[in-house]
């Protein structure tokens, strides 16, 4: 994260963010890589293209069945903790971590959308999700706003929690970064995850003269897209 953020916004600032002394950070630059992280790192390439090939429903047995198929051999405990390590989960015993909590009670707006995600120009139709990463200091959630049109990442923030803060301060750095004004024709595209569809955060959208325009909860197409923009919000913020 500090890698890719650190010439737009500074080294300090962002360890700050982190929880992070910027002396820690650069010790860890300088240390070299052991025989183990390398392994690692070019595993968990393997697991990633597994799980999202299974759409996200593969857990550690079956990622590790795919492995062995393919003739990569490692241990199932291997799998496990590099799994447990990136925030990977599959579907098939216990409950995904949720990052969307749907408010039954809250007004919907419209699926403008229609999972056509496609733009002609850019600032024309903007994706807002949340995920969770691990970091050096522990869980994070991470909120972030897409431009369909560049595919890149226009506004992100990170937090602890999921109050409506998180979403609502990415939103911001987005219109700041932007410029957006009234009359852009912007559409904000969601799920309907509570923080969403939160009076704050249609209030804001309303500010700026931007439609809201609201999915599934979790809604499977936005995953995709962030999966597949520039810089994917798991690569943007961990670097």
């Not at 291997?78 to 007004?107: C, F, H, N, W």
């Not at 969403?196 to 979790?218: D, F, K, Q």
Request: charged share 25%.
């Amino acid at each position: 994260m500090i890698n890719h953020l650190r010439d737009g916004f500074g080294v300090e600032p962002v360890c700050r963010e982190l929880d992070l002394s910027v002396s820690a950070y650069n010790a860890r630059r300088r240390r070299p890589k052991s025989a183990r992280r390398q392994r690692d790192e070019q595993l968990i390439e393997h697991v990633h293209r597994i799980h999202d090939a299974s759409g996200e429903t593969y857990g550690a047995r079956r990622i590790h069945r795919q492995l062995r198929r393919e003739g990569i051999i490692t241990a199932r405990c291997t799998i496990e903790r590099l799994m447990r390590e990136d925030g990977l989960e599959g579907v098939i015993r216990g409950q995904r971590r949720r990052t969307t909590i749907p408010e039954p009670s809250a007004p919907r707006p419209p699926d403008l959308v229609n999972r056509r995600f496609t733009a002609s120009r850019p600032n024309q139709l903007w994706v807002a999700d949340l995920t969770y990463i691990r970091t050096w200091s522990g869980w994070a959630h991470v909120a972030f706003v897409l431009d369909v049109y560049s595919r890149m990442i226009v506004g992100w923030q990170l937090a602890t929690h999921l109050r409506t803060d998180l979403p609502l301060d990415a939103l911001e750095m987005a219109l700041w970064r932007q410029g957006i004004k009234k009359g852009s024709g912007l559409i904000h595209h969601s799920d309907r995850g509570s923080q969403y569809v939160s009076i704050r955060y249609g209030e804001r959208l309303i500010e700026v003269g931007a439609t809201a325009s609201v999915g599934s909860v979790a809604d499977s197409y936005v995953k995709r897209l962030s999966s597949h923009c520039t810089s994917s919000p798991i690569e943007f913020v961990c670097g």
